[in-house]
């Protein structure tokens, strides 16, 4: 695909809310993805032109960070968190679970398009390990069955929807979430639930509190 | 340190000083000092690779870890600033500071190929060498190395070797730095981090070279050296670039009679440590297509003669004629040009000559004659690096002066506002964050008459400096336009010539109407003095000939003998003028050191040697001499000076010394002159051109120039041929991609591009492939061309 004229525009528009402009690669390239499910050369090259720096400048971010695929990610974005706590918990057998599923190792898209496999990071939802995120919405607490159940729900094409609420729509849509996270979707589904909160409760009911930090040890 | 020069205030700078240890010897130093230039100072060495004095610090490597005390761990000194009190330990005296060292070492060697016996660094790497001070005797690695396919191009020129790269940063920090072309950038992460460009960008600097040249290790080679040699088997001479007037000092490594490669040479005063690529990578035309023995012409055809023969044939060609020109190509040493300069009053009792065989005028000359010719150093390297402002007329540092654009980029990093008269707002005025004053070709002088208050304002502040390139000579009224800026506003300015020879056959005396050292011909003084050194009792005192008055002498027959050195009929912007005037005179003498058009035309050709051959003197655009040695110091071909001094012998006339020790110290003996000067031009400003499109060029760095013949890995990294329009240009043009220009000689197809031209102005490349002006279309810039949408 080509960019449009009116991902330009959206892309102009980015650029256009910082100070220095180059502090919108993040957004943009993101924008890139969603109408793209990846960052094209043409998209570096476009982001380039906007901002008035070099492609290779764009290049170095985009291969930087790991958000930003240089080849395409197809429909949905599967992340299995195998990190300590997740991996411990069982995010290592949801890994191979999913990864046998789908015949495909991380970092790699499956054969139909369908699916992208990634081992991610740790995604500070440890309350809820291990954790899988579809197209970076959580499905937390899951097990190597309901993880392969999610991707087999999705690959029939029924609606799926985050264990915190939202409706998974896809890649591409999540990417424009976020170049413009103020799409109205932000109270979709719930930020902070009672389990997150058990150590506060805790805390407050036994006067815990933690100690200041001395002046003067930096 | 950067001395700010604020107008009005004190400038001795205000430097604290701090006293630090170093392995316990105690040095007092500047405030801010990095600890790695201190144990310089005492002679320290501590072991580095992303370190680098002209570039910002970023301590990437971690090679040079050492002992702080207070510090609980060791600090990298190629970032860390002294402070008052500080105690370091560098390896020589602390284990934990050599420990890191090593650990660090044998990080950097994990993934390191070790393929020394086949790598271009190999025996002049940091890498190696730091290896064996710095490292572990043994490797304990036994796993497998991470290894990639080897090499690629980052452009055509430079080639990428990723495994042997230590991730140092610094060919990324020139690009962005200093190049201010940051098409080479560190991609990917940890493990896979790699140097490497967009897909579809090549780094197509005019700086690459140098990123090979500070590569601390093989990753990075040139296609034109790679595999060429061992540097052990090279011998090295310090040579001065014979390309451009910036005059870089640079490095030419030979072996068994050939150049094997050019590097930058630390000349700080001058290239600090940088050229470009042209004068790094340009140097085979020195071998090819080369005269080797004198030639005459019998029976309309050039034969091979022998030295007597032909010196002798020369000898009386000349002496029968009885009006002569010389005219000197503008790449001459400083004592060829001389030579040509006394043998044209001495040996032909004429003062037509000329060094200016290009685009020239009247104004230029007298321009030159007024307020160039042996004046006094004022601008350097230097006071550029302090200017509060510059600005820049009818030149395009990037292409025609690259030494004076990575000064000025330095200078506008620190602050210097840069703005530039012209039609176009190049890549390169981009790259200084300069400001155009824009001015359709030819209106120059009106715009520099109106020039804003505010400009002209700024202008006034002490060191502030007007740079005008030679192509203000093609714009009637810009010399004397700019004259009277300087005067009114107090700047000081400087000429930029494109040619190495150029200022310096200024100061020879090889322009009609000037003597050696600025003198003026019309000064009784001036030429007495000259005559005495010279050992005749009197010079031609009329001003003679010059520039396309010279060529149509010639052409109405009105030239008996001319004598060229160094000439190219394709630097003429009339062409036709040029080979009419050579058809018509009676007899010309060609010094040349390749065949060439001019070869082609003459009764007699003496080979002459290339800058390998002999040694001699360029003089910088500052005006500074910038010597160099022979590098063949075997080689049996003689200087464009010996030969005259042949020919004059053979003539019966005696011209003084040709020899290079002799000449200088001729050239010294008459110093410069303090008496009165020339006339300054008062030219009015010509009309501009009528027509929708009128033409804005100069010549691109990398081109069809004749010296930077079989190079095409440097040809391959020329910038876009192409013609560059405004937006509203080119829709008015239906926005093709590929435009035909025409003029009155022709047309030449090409690219269209879309950038930062003022509406009305194409700006093409002069001599690039494919777009060669003088020939192709005729014409030159400021005149109107038609311009069409191509199928
Ligand atoms: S290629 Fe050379 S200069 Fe560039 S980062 Fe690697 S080691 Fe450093
Ligand atoms: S800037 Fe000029 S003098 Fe320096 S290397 Fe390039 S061509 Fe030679
Ligand atoms: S370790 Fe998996 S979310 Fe924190
Ligand atoms: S030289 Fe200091 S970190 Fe590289």
């Given at each position: 695909?080509?960019?449009?004229?009116?991902?330009?525009?959206?892309?102009?528009?980015?650029?256009?809310?910082?100070?220095?402009?180059?502090?919108?690669?993040?957004?943009?390239?993101?924008?890139?993805?969603?109408?793209?499910?990846?960052?094209?050369?043409?998209?570096?090259?476009?982001?380039?032109?906007?901002?008035?720096?070099?492609?290779?400048?764009?290049?170095?971010?985009?291969?930087?960070?790991?958000?930003?695929?240089?080849?395409?990610?197809?429909?949905?974005?599967?992340?299995?968190?195998?990190?300590?706590?997740?991996?411990?918990?069982?995010?290592?057998?949801?890994?191979?679970?999913?990864?046998?599923?789908?015949?495909?190792?991380?970092?790699e898209p499956s054969a139909d398009g369908q699916f992208w496999l990634e081992h991610i990071e740790c995604q500070a939802a440890c309350t809820h390990a291990p954790v899988m995120t579809v197209d970076w919405e959580y499905m937390d607490d899951v097990t190597p069955a309901s993880a392969v159940a999610v991707v087999d729900r999705l690959a029939r094409g029924e609606q799926v929807e985050s264990t915190r609420g939202p409706v998974i729509r896809d890649f591409q849509a999540t990417e424009h979430t976020?170049?413009?996270?103020?799409?109205?979707?932000?109270?979709?589904?719930?930020?902070?639930?009672?389990?997150?909160?058990?150590?506060?409760?805790?805390?407050?009911?036994?006067?815990?509190?933690?100690?200041?930090?001395?002046?003067?040890?930096? | 340190?950067?001395?700010?020069?604020?107008?009005?205030?004190?400038?001795?700078?205000?430097?604290?000083?701090?006293?630090?240890?170093?392995?316990?010897?105690?040095?007092?130093?500047?405030?801010?000092?990095?600890?790695?230039?201190?144990?310089?100072?005492?002679?320290?060495?501590?072991?580095?690779?992303?370190?680098?004095?002209?570039?910002?610090?970023?301590?990437?490597?971690?090679?040079?870890?050492?002992?702080?005390?207070?510090?609980?761990?060791?600090?990298?000194?190629?970032?860390?600033?002294?402070?008052?009190?500080?105690?370091?330990?560098?390896?020589?005296?602390?284990?934990?500071?050599?420990?890191?060292?090593?650990?660090?070492?044998?990080?950097?060697?994990?993934?390191?190929?070790?393929?020394?016996?086949?790598?271009?660094?190999?025996?002049?790497?940091?890498?190696?060498?730091?290896?064996?001070?710095?490292?572990?005797?043994?490797?304990?690695?036994?796993?497998?190395?991470?290894?990639?396919?080897?090499?690629?191009?980052?452009?055509?020129?430079?080639?990428?070797?990723?495994?042997?790269?230590?991730?140092?940063?610094?060919?990324?920090?020139?690009?962005?730095?200093?190049?201010?072309?940051?098409?080479?950038?560190?991609?990917?992460?940890?493990?896979?981090?790699?140097?490497?460009?967009?897909?579809?960008?090549?780094?197509?600097?005019?700086?690459?070279?140098?990123?090979?040249?500070?590569?601390?290790?093989?990753?990075?080679?040139?296609?034109?050296?790679?595999?060429?040699?061992?540097?052990?088997?090279?011998?090295?001479?310090?040579?001065?670039?014979?390309?451009?007037?910036?005059?870089?000092?640079?490095?030419?490594?030979?072996?068994?009679?050939?150049?094997?490669?050019?590097?930058?040479?630390?000349?700080?005063?001058?290239?600090?440590?940088?050229?470009?690529?042209?004068?790094?990578?340009?140097?085979?035309?020195?071998?090819?297509?080369?005269?080797?023995?004198?030639?005459?012409?019998?029976?309309?055809?050039?034969?091979?003669?022998?030295?007597?023969?032909?010196?002798?044939?020369?000898?009386?060609?000349?002496?029968?004629?009885?009006?002569?020109?010389?005219?000197?190509?503008?790449?001459?040493?400083?004592?060829?040009?001389?030579?040509?300069?006394?043998?044209?009053?001495?040996?032909?009792?004429?003062?037509?000559?000329?060094?200016?065989?290009?685009?020239?005028?009247?104004?230029?000359?007298?321009?030159?004659?007024?307020?160039?010719?042996?004046?006094?150093?004022?601008?350097?390297?230097?006071?550029?690096?302090?200017?509060?402002?510059?600005?820049?007329?009818?030149?395009?540092?990037?292409?025609?002066?690259?030494?004076?654009?990575?000064?000025?980029?330095?200078?506008?990093?620190?602050?210097?506002?840069?703005?530039?008269?012209?039609?176009?707002?190049?890549?390169?005025?981009?790259?200084?964050?300069?400001?155009?004053?824009?001015?359709?070709?030819?209106?120059?002088?009106?715009?520099?008459?109106?020039?804003?208050?505010?400009?002209?304002?700024?202008?006034?502040?002490?060191?502030?400096?007007?740079?005008?390139?030679?192509?203000?000579?093609?714009?009637?009224?810009?010399?004397?336009?700019?004259?009277?800026?300087?005067?009114?506003?107090?700047?000081?300015?400087?000429?930029?010539?494109?040619?190495?020879?150029?200022?310096?056959?200024?100061?020879?005396?090889?322009?009609?109407?000037?003597?050696?050292?600025?003198?003026?011909?019309?000064?009784?003084?001036?030429?007495?003095?000259?005559?005495?050194?010279?050992?005749?009792?009197?010079?031609?005192?009329?001003?003679?000939?010059?520039?396309?008055?010279?060529?149509?002498?010639?052409?109405?027959?009105?030239?008996?003998?001319?004598?060229?050195?160094?000439?190219?009929?394709?630097?003429?912007?009339?062409?036709?003028?040029?080979?009419?005037?050579?058809?018509?005179?009676?007899?010309?003498?060609?010094?040349?050191?390749?065949?060439?058009?001019?070869?082609?035309?003459?009764?007699?050709?003496?080979?002459?040697?290339?800058?390998?051959?002999?040694?001699?003197?360029?003089?910088?655009?500052?005006?500074?001499?910038?010597?160099?040695?022979?590098?063949?110091?075997?080689?049996?071909?003689?200087?464009?000076?010996?030969?005259?001094?042949?020919?004059?012998?053979?003539?019966?006339?005696?011209?003084?010394?040709?020899?290079?020790?002799?000449?200088?110290?001729?050239?010294?003996?008459?110093?410069?002159?303090?008496?009165?000067?020339?006339?300054?031009?008062?030219?009015?400003?010509?009309?501009?051109?009528?027509?929708?499109?009128?033409?804005?060029?100069?010549?691109?760095?990398?081109?069809?120039?004749?010296?930077?013949?079989?190079?095409?890995?440097?040809?391959?990294?020329?910038?876009?041929?192409?013609?560059?329009?405004?937006?509203?240009?080119?829709?008015?043009?239906?926005?093709?991609?590929?435009?035909?220009?025409?003029?009155?000689?022709?047309?030449?197809?090409?690219?269209?591009?879309?950038?930062?031209?003022?509406?009305?102005?194409?700006?093409?490349?002069?001599?690039?492939?494919?777009?060669?002006?003088?020939?192709?279309?005729?014409?030159?810039?400021?005149?109107?061309?038609?311009?069409?949408?191509?199928?």
């Amino acid at each position: 695909m080509t960019i449009s004229a009116e991902t330009r525009d959206q892309l102009r528009e980015l650029a256009a809310r910082y100070p220095k402009s180059r502090s919108a690669l993040l957004p943009m390239l993101h924008l890139v993805q969603s109408v793209d499910d990846e960052v094209t050369s043409e998209g570096i090259n476009v982001c380039a032109e906007i901002l008035g720096i070099t492609s290779a400048e764009v290049t170095a971010v985009a291969t930087f960070y790991t958000m930003y695929k240089r080849k395409p990610v197809g429909k949905h974005h599967i992340g299995v968190c195998t990190n300590t706590l997740c991996g411990l918990l069982g995010g290592d057998a949801v890994y191979s679970a999913l990864s046998e599923r789908l015949g495909i190792g991380h970092n790699e898209p499956s054969a139909d398009g369908q699916f992208w496999l990634e081992h991610i990071e740790c995604q500070a939802a440890c309350t809820h390990a291990p954790v899988m995120t579809v197209d970076w919405e959580y499905m937390d607490d899951v097990t190597p069955a309901s993880a392969v159940a999610v991707v087999d729900r999705l690959a029939r094409g029924e609606q799926v929807e985050s264990t915190r609420g939202p409706v998974i729509r896809d890649f591409q849509a999540t990417e424009h979430t976020l170049a413009f996270p103020l799409d109205g979707l932000v109270n979709d589904g719930v930020a902070v639930d009672a389990k997150m909160l058990v150590g506060l409760r805790l805390a407050n009911e036994r006067g815990m509190s933690a100690a200041s930090i001395p002046a003067g040890d930096a | 340190m950067t001395i700010t020069s604020d107008a009005g205030s004190d400038l001795t700078p205000q430097v604290e000083m701090v006293t630090v240890v170093v392995d316990g010897v105690a040095i007092e130093i500047p405030k801010g000092t990095l600890v790695i230039r201190a144990a310089e100072l005492l002679g320290i060495e501590i072991p580095r690779f992303c370190d680098h004095p002209l570039l910002e610090p970023v301590a990437a490597c971690r090679m040079c870890l050492v002992d702080i005390e207070g510090v609980p761990k060791p600090q990298p000194a190629c970032a860390q600033v002294v402070s008052e009190g500080m105690q370091v330990r560098t390896q020589l005296t602390s284990p934990v500071a050599r420990d890191a060292q090593e650990g660090v070492m044998e990080f950097l060697l994990l993934n390191h190929p070790l393929d020394c016996p086949v790598c271009d660094k190999g025996g002049e790497c940091p890498l190696q060498n730091q290896a064996m001070t710095a490292g572990r005797p043994e490797s304990r690695f036994d796993e497998v190395k991470r290894t990639f396919p080897k090499p690629i191009n980052v452009s055509a020129q430079i080639l990428l070797d990723r495994e042997r790269c230590v991730s140092c940063a610094r060919c990324t920090r020139f690009a962005e730095q200093i190049a201010g072309d940051p098409m080479l950038e560190l991609l990917e992460r940890g493990a896979n981090q790699q140097v490497g460009t967009a897909v579809d960008q090549p780094f197509d600097s005019y700086f690459s070279g140098n990123t090979v040249q500070i590569c601390p290790v093989g990753a990075l080679t040139s296609a034109a050296y790679r595999f060429r040699s061992r540097p052990f088997d090279l011998v090295s001479v310090p040579t001065t670039c014979e390309h451009c007037a910036s005059g870089c000092s640079l490095r030419t490594d030979h072996r068994r009679g050939t150049v094997t490669r050019r590097l930058a040479w630390d000349e700080p005063a001058v290239n600090e440590e940088w050229n470009c690529d042209k004068g790094r990578f340009a140097f085979t035309y020195q071998e090819q297509g080369r005269v080797t023995t004198p030639l005459i012409r019998e029976d309309g055809q050039l034969r091979v003669a022998s030295w007597p023969e032909a010196l002798d044939f020369a000898a009386r060609g000349l002496s029968a004629a009885s009006s002569h020109g010389v005219l000197v190509g503008g790449r001459s040493t400083v004592e060829d040009s001389y030579a040509y300069a006394r043998f044209a009053r001495v040996a032909l009792k004429t003062d037509n000559i000329d060094f200016r065989v290009r685009d020239s005028s009247d104004e230029e000359a007298q321009f030159l004659r007024s307020a160039v010719a042996g004046t006094a150093v004022r601008t350097t390297y230097e006071t550029l690096e302090q200017a509060p402002v510059v600005l820049l007329i009818a030149f395009e540092p990037e292409d025609e002066s690259p030494i004076v654009f990575l000064r000025l980029r330095k200078a506008a990093r620190g602050g210097t506002r840069v703005y530039a008269v012209g039609p176009v707002a190049t890549r390169g005025l981009a790259k200084l964050s300069g400001t155009l004053i824009p001015a359709k070709p030819g209106a120059e002088p009106a715009v520099l008459a109106e020039l804003a208050e505010q400009v002209r304002a700024e202008l006034q502040a002490p060191g502030a400096v007007i740079m005008v390139g030679e192509r203000i000579a093609g714009i009637q009224g810009g010399a004397t336009a700019v004259l009277q800026l300087a005067q009114a506003t107090g700047a000081a300015l400087t000429w930029v010539p494109r040619r190495a020879g150029e200022r310096g056959a200024l100061d020879a005396g090889a322009l009609a109407g000037l003597l050696p050292g600025g003198r003026p011909l019309t000064e009784d003084s001036a030429r007495a003095a000259v005559a005495a050194a010279w050992g005749v009792d009197s010079l031609p005192a009329t001003v003679g000939l010059a520039g396309a008055e010279l060529l149509a002498a010639a052409r109405d027959g009105a030239i008996g003998a001319l004598i060229t050195g160094g000439v190219e009929l394709g630097d003429l912007a009339d062409q036709s003028l040029g080979r009419a005037g050579l058809e018509a005179a009676g007899f010309v003498v060609a010094l040349e050191n390749h065949h060439s058009a001019i070869t082609e035309l003459a009764d007699v050709v003496f080979p002459v040697a290339v800058v390998t051959e002999k040694a001699g003197t360029f003089m910088n655009w500052e005006g500074r001499p910038r010597p160099f040695a022979q590098t063949f110091k075997d080689a049996l071909v003689m200087s464009d000076a010996v030969v005259l001094g042949m020919l004059a012998k053979a003539m019966n006339i005696a011209v003084g010394a040709s020899d290079v020790a002799g000449i200088r110290q001729e050239l010294g003996a008459l110093g410069a002159w303090t008496g009165p000067r020339a006339e300054r031009p008062n030219v009015p400003a010509g009309p501009v051109a009528e027509g929708a499109h009128l033409v804005a060029t100069w010549r691109a760095l990398i081109d069809n120039g004749v010296m930077q013949e079989g190079e095409p890995y440097l040809a391959a990294t020329a910038h876009l041929v192409a013609a560059t329009v405004s937006a509203t240009t080119a829709g008015a043009l239906g926005n093709p991609e590929s435009v035909t220009v025409t003029g009155p000689l022709g047309s030449v197809t090409v690219p269209l591009e879309i950038g930062a031209v003022i509406d009305g102005v194409v700006c093409l490349p002069l001599n690039s492939p494919g777009c060669v002006l003088y020939r192709d279309l005729g014409v030159r810039s400021g005149q109107a061309v038609t311009i069409k949408g191509a199928l």
